[in-house]
């Protein structure tokens, strides 16, 4: 997804309107088949507006 790859990140309710998937669908599709089937760099930040963002790092090393 597009929105994964933004540097600012996409957040939980944005990943939900888009999908229109329950939140806890998206989360264990980023959790299970994003980052762990998928090997891709999924990073979960919480920034100073206190919202959950993930994004996808190019620069991190997939675990």
Known sequence: MKKLRLAKGVTLEAL??????QPHSV????SG???KKLGQPLVSE???DGVRR???DNKAKAV
């Open 16 to 21: 939900v309107e888009a999908t229109g998937w």
């Open 46 to 48: 919480v920034g100073k």
């Open 54 to 56: 993930y994004r996808l």
């Open 33 to 35: 088949t994003v980052k």
């Open 27 to 30: 989360r264990g599709f980023l």
